[in-house]
């Protein structure tokens, strides 16, 4: 199986800054990737497909990069809707999810 | 817009049965494989089974294989998650998910229910 490693696991941040999640596969998963956000009590709702792909009405603040095994998601200036935790999802093997990353208020 | 509402959660016995509901509306239910995602209080995402949108094809954790069965009715626009032999460590908020891309073999999740809670405990 394939396992999904995030980093941070939790990031302290403050409105404005530029924010990096790290996601590492423990095998090649081509660009099967994707990220979702999850708020507090709430459904996760998906944000980038494809590993770069922006889902439709997803800010253009959100941005993924990466392919094979190394991942990122990067918010170019955090949101007060943004503090979340956030998943990485592969989908190239099966269905695995990594940890999550919790972004909170520093 | 499209809408997945899920049902049947409750709390039961250890070693006891139960059926989770999914349903769907907005879009064509007959043209996506669908998904069950779990999550246990205060974790993260864990993905539970997916059936593909004609039924042929059903895929389970290992977590779950042998225990739960998953299944749907296109006519009603469900899904379905059999659950037997429940434990404890089944506990949790269950998600149902709609495969992102119509007849797509293998993608990412969206959108998803909220998801109804299951509790295991004597």
């Known amino acids: 199986d394939i396992q999904m490693t995030q980093s941070p696991s939790t990031l302290s941040a403050s409105v404005g800054d530029r924010v990096t999640i790290t996601c590492r596969a423990s095998?090649?998963?081509?660009?099967?990737l994707a990220w979702h956000r999850q708020k507090p009590g709430k459904a996760p709702t998906l944000l980038i497909y494809k590993a770069s792909t922006l889902e439709s009405g997803v800010p253009s603040r959100f941005s993924g990069s990466g392919s094979g095994t190394e991942f990122t998601l990067t918010i170019s200036s955090l949101q007060p809707d943004d503090f979340a935790t956030y998943y990485c999802q592969q989908y190239d093997s099966s269905w695995t999810f990594g940890q999550g990353t919790k972004v909170e208020v520093k | 817009q499209v809408q997945l509402v899920e049902s049947g959660g409750g709390v039961v016995q250890p070693g006891t049965s139960l059926r989770l509901s999914c349903a769907a509306s907005?879009?064509?239910?007959?043209?996506?494989?669908m998904h069950w995602v779990r999550q246990a209080p205060g974790k993260g995402l864990e993905w539970v089974a997916v059936?593909?949108?004609?039924?042929?094809?059903?895929y389970y954790a290992d977590s779950v294989k042998g225990r739960f069965a998953i299944s749907r009715d296109n006519s009603k626009n469900t899904v379905y998650l059999q659950m037997s032999t429940l434990r404890g460590e089944d506990t949790a908020v269950y998600h149902c998910?709609?495969?992102?891309?119509?007849?797509?073999?293998?993608?990412?999740?969206?959108?998803w229910g909220q998801g109804t809670p299951v509790v295991v405990s004597s």
């Open positions: 095998q090649s998963v081509s660009d099967s």
């Open positions: 998910g709609r495969e992102g891309k119509a007849a797509a073999a293998r993608g990412w999740i969206d959108p």
């Open positions: 059936i593909w949108y004609d039924g042929n094809n059903k």
């Open positions: 907005g879009f064509t239910f007959s043209n996506y494989a």
